[in-house]
């Protein structure tokens, strides 16, 4: 029996054998993973309609009894009382986080293209140095950005939380992992059909690791959302330039009698990140269009 060598050797695919029981077991498992995921979630929603009886009862009920909206009417008019409206508040929190989020996916994407696709000397230093800076969490360079932000004259302005957002390293690192699993091929091509450094970036680079930029959006725009109280202690010390977040914080400073409006502060702080997420979540779970393609 002769074999040809140039006719591929062909086996026939192989079945996944699994049971129905396994497959109803693999379904159960999951929705009771999931409903344990989903239960820090139901239980805030749950306390923002609940009275204040219901709040301090022990042992505490998961699920409200008698729901009311007076968490809601009470937060509003905290907030109505306050001497800088509650919109300037909301304004200086969608600014920081916009801003922030839209410049660290362009700055890191910028930054991680050529460390991932092009030779140059220190390219294996540059690295190392990004992956060093993963280890340090944001406490233990709170000083060094406080420091700096001084010397560059940006306190009390929006930019001191800005900047070292934009500079983080997580989006870097990330940007260049997924950039790495882009064929050369794809760059080569360009280049022979007379695409520019910055076509081939932005029209074949940047469509290609999409789910990398969603995905870093959401994580960007999560930490710059939920980094108002600590920006607005350090960093930023006029009224009107304060996030929500710390001024919710301030108002509900006042004990106990304001448990029910804290419980609907935090469902409101929530609801923003949890949108993002939800309208990026099916751009996000897809798979690249090149990552099976090898040189």
Excluded at 254 to 267: E, K, W
Excluded at 272 to 283: A, K, N
Aim: proline share 5%; charged share 10%.
């Amino acid at each position: 029996m002769v074999i040809d060598d140039d006719i591929p050797f062909q086996t026939s695919p192989q079945k996944v054998s699994r049971s129905l029981y396994g497959d109803i077991s693999l379904f159960v498992l999951l929705a009771l993973v999931g409903c344990f995921m989903a239960m820090p979630l139901l239980f805030v929603i749950s306390n923002a309609f609940k009275p204040i009886n219901e709040i301090l009862q022990f042992p505490p009920k998961f699920f409200v009894r008698n729901p009311t909206l007076d968490n809601f009417t009470d937060l509003y008019y905290l907030l109505q009382g306050s001497w800088v409206p509650a919109t300037r508040y909301l304004f200086n929190t969608m600014f920081i986080a916009v801003l922030g989020t839209a410049g660290h996916v362009v700055i890191a994407s910028l930054a991680a293209y050529p460390l991932a696709k092009r030779k140059f000397p220190g390219r294996g230093f540059l690295f190392t140095v990004v992956v060093l800076s993963l280890m340090f969490s944001a406490t233990v360079t709170q000083i060094t950005n406080y420091m700096t932000m001084s010397w560059l004259g940006m306190l009390d302005t929006h930019w001191a939380v800005i900047v070292p957002a934009i500079g983080s390293s997580l989006g870097l690192y990330l940007m260049k992992q997924f950039m790495e699993q882009v064929p050369d091929a794809l760059i080569e091509a360009a280049e022979i059909d007379g695409c520019s450094e910055f076509r081939i970036f932005w029209n074949i680079i940047m469509p290609v690791v999409k789910p990398a930029w969603l995905t870093l959006i959401i994580f960007s725009f999560q930490g710059l959302w939920g980094a108002g109280g600590a920006a607005g202690s350090m960093y930023i010390y006029s009224e009107q330039l304060k996030t929500i977040d710390y001024a919710l914080g301030q108002i509900l400073a006042g004990g106990i009698v304001r448990i029910g409006p804290s419980m609907a502060a935090q469902l409101l702080l929530l609801l923003v990140p949890i949108t993002i997420f939800t309208l990026s979540q099916s751009s996000v779970i897809q798979t690249m269009s090149t990552s099976g393609m090898k040189d």
